[in-house]
């Protein structure tokens, strides 16, 4: 074509798409209207064809397939179309028609194409497919671009909007608790310094300590463990409200299901005791799976077909049958006369490894298991005491290839007992007087739980690795992105 007569066709069209309004490719998709002008914008995947013909497959990241967009070679600029490569972003403008071939429903006859980005195939990272998840961490800022990072994102977002809905729906508030916390008390694991401090010139005391009053915030601080001491504020006042939130716990454990940085939701109840703490648990985690389940089926048949072919049977299954209640006396027995060999041998008392919980749930129950009642030397100082002296109202949700997904408990509510049990462990009473209000004033039953998101990512998709369901994953010597 006359070059001048091409640079006109150009000019008008740079006219029309500035004027017509971006269609979402996952709209098109489901569309039943065919013979309309659309625009469309995304990332190609990939390019094939020939001299006359060339076929683009378009992502703009709405929805797990693409579109494919059917070009008349000899009617476009020979340069242009070189510029269209995998990885590169463009706009199409064109007419959606039914597609000729088996793979799509609708595809688009082009008519005018714009590059907005290239990517070099020499050097793009993602050029070829079939990448290893190992390799997709080291490029963690260019991975959502991968079709299983698209699914695993966009399952992500929804479970937190089904949280968010959950909880309004049942009456709960939502309360923003602090990230960076004077106290260390939880005692939930080892904590992030937040300082602002010259750590080449630290101003000390007489005896050669740290003076944190010179810090910030006039006293030494780290990063939130958890937000339930301050969500327990909360339900004393509001009646019940959750948190949803990041948490740090600077331990060195290098694990598919620990993260130095993880999101947690942390649900805390007036009123109710263990039974309702559990039954709250098992009614939330049934309503995510089933949200997922019927809001992302593209994403999870995706998985399913890459990575799990069990993953959806596992989800309906979840959410069909009851999850199995017993004491950790009980789970214990059943641990010590299965004749599974376990790497660490199981006696009463021990804290539960992550093999011995998998054993009760995938191996002896088949189900997910709530164990309750666990020693009171291997939970938190603000559990209730149960009568025996021994153990403590805890609960822990097992799951299937996750083993904790929740722990909770109901809270010692008891003025007397909380402060003998926080000196008994030699808890700094000073640093917890405001928790220790919520008792002498007003005191009330409550219980509450954390829900570690990622591991309810980790489950939902099917993924086998904590690091493949968050965008930047924090873990020992990891903070690159
Ligand atoms: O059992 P945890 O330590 O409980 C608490 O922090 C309580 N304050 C919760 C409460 O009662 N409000 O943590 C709760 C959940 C665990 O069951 C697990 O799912 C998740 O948080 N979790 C982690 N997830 C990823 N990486 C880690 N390092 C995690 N540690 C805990
Ligand atoms: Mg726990």
């Known amino acids: 074509m006359p070059k001048i007569v091409f640079l006109w066709i150009k000019f008008f069209n740079r006219i029309f798409m500035e ?14 209207k065919v013979d309309i002008d659309v625009l469309v914008k995304g990332w190609v995947r990939t390019k094939r064809g020939n001299k006359n013909v060339a076929f683009i497959a378009l992502n703009d990241g709405s929805i797990i397939h693409n579109l494919q967009i059917v070009v008349d070679v000899p009617s476009f600029d020979e340069e242009l179309l070189k510029k269209v490569t995998t990885g590169s972003c463009i706009a199409v403008h064109g007419k959606l028609v039914q597609s000729a071939g088996s793979g ?40 959502p671009r991968t079709n299983t990072f698209g699914a695993v994102l966009r399952i992500r977002h929804a479970l937190s909007f089904a949280i968010h809905k959950y909880f309004n729906d049942n009456g709960f508030y939502y309360l923003h608790t602090p990230i960076v916390t004077g106290s260390d008390a939880e005692g939930a694991g080892a904590m992030f310094r937040v ?62 299901r620990h993260l130095a940085e993880f999101w947690m939701i942390e649900p805390e109840m007036a009123f109710y005791d263990i039974k309702d703490n559990m039954d709250l648990a098992e009614d939330f985690l049934k309503y995510l799976i089933t949200y997922a389940l019927e809001h992302c089926h593209h994403d999870l048949e995706f998985l399913c077909k890459m990575y799990d072919e069990e993953l959806i049977e ?109 000196n008994e462990l030699g808890i700094p009473m000073k ?8 008792r002498r004033f007003g005191s009330a039953p409550h219980s509450g739980f954390g829900l570690g998101f990622e591991r309810l990512v980790l489950f939902v998709t099917g993924m086998g690795n904590i690091r493949d369901v968050i965008p930047f994953p924090r873990t020992p010597k990891n903070a690159e992105f």
Do not use: C
Request: charged share 30%; hydrophobic share 35%; no cysteine.
């Open 19 to 32: 004027h017509q309004e971006r269609n979402i490719i996952r709209d098109l998709l489901k569309s039943h």
């Open 104 to 143: 799509q429903p609708v595809e688009v006859i082009a008519s005018s194409i714009e590059v907005y980005g290239t990517a070099d195939p020499d050097i793009y990272p993602l050029q070829k497919k079939g990448h290893s998840l190992e390799f997709l961490r080291e490029i963690a800022h260019l991975r």
């Open 195 to 256: 300082t602002t401090l010259d750590m080449e010139n630290l101003p000390k005391n007489e005896d050669g300590s740290v003076n944190y009053s010179e810090d910030f915030f006039g006293k030494s601080t780290n990063l939130t463990v958890s937000g339930q001491l301050e969500g327990e504020l909360g339900a004393l006042a509001l009646g019940a409200i959750y948190t949803f939130g990041p948490t740090f716990r600077a331990e060195n454990s290098n694990t598919p």
């Open 314 to 422: 596992r989800l309906k299954f979840v959410t069909e049958n009851d999850f199995i209640r017993l004491t950790y006396t009980e789970g214990v027995e059943i641990l010590m006369k299965s004749n599974h060999k376990f790497e660490f041998p199981v006696s009463w008392g021990i804290d539960l490894q992550s093999e011995h919980e998998r054993y009760l749930v995938e191996k002896h129950f088949k189900k997910p298991v709530i164990l309750t009642g666990y020693p009171k030397e291997i939970k938190a100082f603000y559990m209730k005491q149960n009568e025996d002296g021994k153990t403590v109202r805890a609960m822990d949700v097992l799951f299937p290839k996750i083993g904790e997904i929740i722990g909770g408990s109901q809270r010692e509510e008891d003025f007397a007992k909380l402060e003998y049990r926080i």
């Open 431 to 438: 640093d917890l007087w405001w928790y220790l209000d919520t």
